[in-house]
């Protein structure tokens, strides 16, 4: 019951029925053979009532838990009020969150454009350093992950990803991840911008050191050209800062989000300091669906329950507690223990796919960031017992014979 009102149930009520639907219906589905059907902080249960530890948390989205009360009824109260509003006119849940998300993240940002996902995010970007500055060129990075549309994907250097779609209309620059050196080769008086994310997810958990994103501003100042952090996953307190530049201490032109902006609810956000913001010419970007109320009510619930809780405090506690006991796991399976807060990656010397499967059927469910790379991003509320018991179980699938 939500509400007084009873939660509908469909057809399709067993496992096998809903797979065997999806595989008639759908395109992207990948056969893990598991149907979730509801959540509880950082828990999750399947279709027969078994309770999983989420340490996938949806791509690192379900950023304040699994039916969370405050964003239920933020998202619920919403819905029974007004569900759109174009960009065209006004509105006071839109403004409130625009207000909010620019004092979380901080000088020097003062504008928000608000889309719908990560990848649009991006694009939104793209669009303005080129519109900015009058260039075309781009920089980013081997083994940097910006989305899937055909616009955010020409800034992933992966051919896995972009073979099937080549030729992609960018003027893309691929460098070194963390390398100076290779940065300074390639920033140059046609650069737009240098887009990096300030830790790699999608490829590998790669981690940037403080003197390569102090250069990347550097150089980009130097030589013209903005500079861009594409924080969608590491961003509202993935890492235990609201944005992880903040603990770097380097700010960017313009930064983009997504994924746990909105506990759930398909958001995006590109930020930008006032200069970049009014490059753009009346009408030049937009969006139908951008800023709608019910994702803006639901962003100001995962704003209020990060600085309620203090769940920035709580993900670097509990990022802590996972990455030493993960790194004390006395097995030579295990290659490196990376990342920060709630941001951690296992690099093993072997690839990952069965380990995964292995500790789905223990009751922990991870995700891959590459092929021999485990990606743990929990909800922020994951507690400490959680914490152990999934590190308990990785070390139980680890230990295993055989590999």
Same mark, same amino acid.
């Given at each position: 019951?939500?509400?007084?009102?009873?939660?509908?149930?469909?057809?399709?009520?067993?496992?096998?029925?809903?797979?065997?639907?999806?595989?008639?219906?759908?395109?992207?589905?990948?056969?893990?053979?598991?149907?979730?059907?509801?959540?509880?902080?950082?828990?999750?249960?399947?279709?027969?009532?078994?309770?999983?530890?989420?340490?996938?948390?949806?791509?690192?989205?379900?950023?304040?838990?699994?039916?969370?009360?405050?964003?239920?009824?933020?998202?619920?109260?919403?819905?029974?009020?007004?569900?759109?509003?174009?960009?065209?006119?006004?509105?006071?849940?839109?403004?409130?969150?625009?207000?909010?998300?620019?004092?979380?993240?901080?000088? !020097?940002?003062?504008?928000?454009?608000?889309?719908?996902?990560?990848?649009?995010?991006?694009?939104?970007?793209?669009?303005?350093?080129?519109?900015?500055?009058?260039?075309?060129?781009?920089?980013?990075?081997?083994?940097?992950?910006?989305?899937?549309?055909?616009?955010?994907?020409?800034?992933?250097?992966?051919?896995?990803?972009?073979?099937?779609?080549? !030729?992609?209309?960018?003027?893309?620059?691929?460098?070194?991840?963390?390398?100076?050196?290779?940065?300074?080769?390639?920033?140059?008086?046609?650069?737009?911008?240098?887009?990096?994310?300030?830790?790699?997810?999608?490829?590998?958990?790669?981690?940037?050191?403080?003197?390569?994103?102090?250069?990347?501003?550097?150089?980009?100042?130097?030589?013209?050209?903005?500079?861009?952090?594409?924080?969608?996953?590491?961003?509202?307190?993935?890492?235990?800062?609201?944005?992880?530049?903040?603990?770097?201490?380097?700010?960017?032109?313009?930064?983009?989000?997504?994924?746990?902006?909105?506990?759930?609810?398909?958001?995006?956000?590109?930020?930008?300091?006032?200069?970049?913001?009014?490059?753009?010419?009346?009408?030049?970007?937009?969006?139908?669906?951008?800023?709608? !109320?019910?994702?803006?009510?639901?962003? &100001?619930?995962?704003?209020?329950?990060?600085?309620?809780?203090?769940?920035?405090?709580?993900?670097?506690?509990?990022?802590?507690?996972?990455?030493?006991?993960?790194?004390?796991?006395?097995?030579?399976?295990?290659?490196?223990?990376?990342?920060?807060?709630?941001?951690?990656?296992?690099?093993?010397?072997?690839?990952?796919?069965?380990?995964?499967?292995?500790?789905?059927?223990?009751?922990?469910?991870?995700?891959?960031?590459?092929? @021999?790379?485990?990606?743990? &991003?929990?909800? &922020?509320?994951? @507690?400490?017992?959680?914490?152990?018991?999934?590190?308990?179980?990785?070390?139980?699938? &680890?230990?295993?014979?055989?590999?």
């Amino acid at each position: 019951m939500v509400g007084g009102t009873e939660i509908p149930r469909y057809p399709a009520t067993s496992a096998a029925a809903v797979l065997e639907l999806e595989a008639a219906h759908g395109s992207t589905l990948h056969d893990a053979g598991l149907v979730i059907e509801r959540g509880e902080g950082a828990t999750v249960y399947d279709a027969n009532g078994r309770a999983y530890i989420d340490c996938a948390a949806g791509i690192g989205v379900a950023s304040v838990g699994h039916g969370n009360p405050r964003l239920a009824s933020a998202i619920a109260e919403q819905a029974g009020r007004l569900l759109v509003c174009p960009p065209s006119q006004g509105n006071s849940v839109r403004a409130e969150f625009q207000r909010r998300l620019c004092e979380a993240a901080g000088e !020097p940002f003062t504008r928000v454009f608000l889309s719908n996902s990560g990848s649009e995010a991006n694009e939104a970007a793209v669009k303005w350093v080129r519109v900015a500055t009058g260039r075309r060129k781009l920089v980013a990075a081997h083994r940097g992950f910006a989305g899937r549309t055909l616009g955010s994907l020409a800034l992933t250097a992966n051919p896995a990803y972009r073979r099937a779609f080549e !030729p992609l209309d960018a003027n893309v620059t691929f460098v070194a991840f963390d390398d100076v050196a290779a940065l300074d080769a390639a920033v140059d008086g046609h650069t737009a911008a240098v887009i990096l994310e300030p830790i790699q997810g999608e490829g590998g958990v790669h981690v940037a050191s403080r003197a390569y994103l102090q250069a990347a501003r550097r150089l980009t100042r130097e030589r013209g050209a903005l500079l861009v952090f594409d924080e969608v996953q590491t961003g509202v307190g993935r890492t235990g800062a609201f944005l992880a530049a903040h603990s770097y201490d380097v700010a960017a032109d313009v930064v983009t989000l997504a994924k746990g902006l909105a506990g759930g609810v398909p958001i995006g956000a590109t930020l930008f300091t006032e200069e970049v913001a009014r490059s753009m010419p009346r009408g030049g970007h937009g969006s139908t669906f951008g800023g709608n !109320p019910l994702a803006c009510a639901a962003g &100001l619930a995962v704003l209020d329950e990060i600085r309620d809780r203090d769940l920035l405090r709580h993900a670097n506690e509990m990022g802590e507690r996972l990455r030493a006991g993960l790194g004390a796991i006395p097995s030579d399976r295990i290659r490196a223990v990376r990342g920060a807060g709630l941001m951690v990656g296992v690099e093993l010397r072997e690839r990952v796919a069965p380990v995964i499967a292995g500790l789905r059927e223990t009751g922990l469910l991870t995700v891959a960031a590459g092929p @021999t790379v485990i990606r743990f &991003l929990p909800p &922020l509320v994951i @507690t400490s017992d959680q914490v152990d018991a999934a590190v308990d179980r990785f070390a139980a699938v &680890l230990g295993r014979a055989g590999r």
